[in-house]
């Protein structure tokens, strides 16, 4: 196995997050966002590193993102963050571990950080679940510098630097009388908010009347900085979180319940 910096190549084996034997024509409609997203943040110092097996199929990647540009869950300056890095989704909902796979593409992600960033960290999760565990990232030697609930940020300094921030949410509803507002926080760098996204929208376009949708682009640097989330849904100021990207079924529900409070309210 090599890790090699992104080429045309393996540009849709990490734009659908390694999903390519998984045909699903809803991803397939919105992966252009996730695409275009890449492209941009590719020219402002966004590098991907992709792990390649024997045959040349690629099998994980790996984000690098200066800190500064906007990262995911943290601010600070001098390092670079990983907010994606994944091998075959297969394996990964298999918890399947020990392939080398992960280490080899932080190796590359440090080498990368050690030609202009003072350390490496990453938001990591202390929890029963695959996603980003921060026992992994451990293991690589990182140290945790901050923790909220089960997110926990992982730092690996090459030389002194302050430590990142975690992001404390600054969101507070503004209501309208008789409305539902639906405050959407999205960002084109995850293909599952993105997809969450388009949901919310077809749900929201059912109550043209009713529902007012707020949409928050988190890659727009200065809605980050101000509202510090970068994937959040509130419906009525009420956060809601299904973790994968919100059914739409469930939305709808969500909607109605929202609408009826409103309406009780109202007798
Ligand atoms: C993190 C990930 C790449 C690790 O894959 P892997 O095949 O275990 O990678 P490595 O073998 O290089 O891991 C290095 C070491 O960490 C260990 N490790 C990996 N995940 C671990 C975990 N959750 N708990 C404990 N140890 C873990 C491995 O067993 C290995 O140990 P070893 O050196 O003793 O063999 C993989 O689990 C993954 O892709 N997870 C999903 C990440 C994610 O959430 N992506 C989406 C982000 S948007």
Redo the contacts with the bound molecule.
Sequence with gaps: MQVVDLTDKYFHFVSLCTHIDDPNEERDSIVSIRESWLREAMTKGLTVKVAIDEQGNPV?FAHCLPIELGAWGMSGKDLMTV?????CYK??YNC??????????MEAVETEAKSNKKGVAVLAYDQDF????Y??FK??GYKEVARQGHAVIMLKAFERVDPPVMHRSKYALRPVPGKIVVDAFWNPM?LTSVLEMKRVREACAQYPDKVILNEYNTWNKDILDKYEINRALFINGEYKCWGYAAPQDELKEEIDKALEKVTQQEV
């Design positions: 994980g907010p994606c890095l994944t091998r394996h990964v399947e571990h020990g392939s080398g796979i992960g280490k080899a593409l695959w996603f980003m565990h026992r992994f293991k690589l995850c």
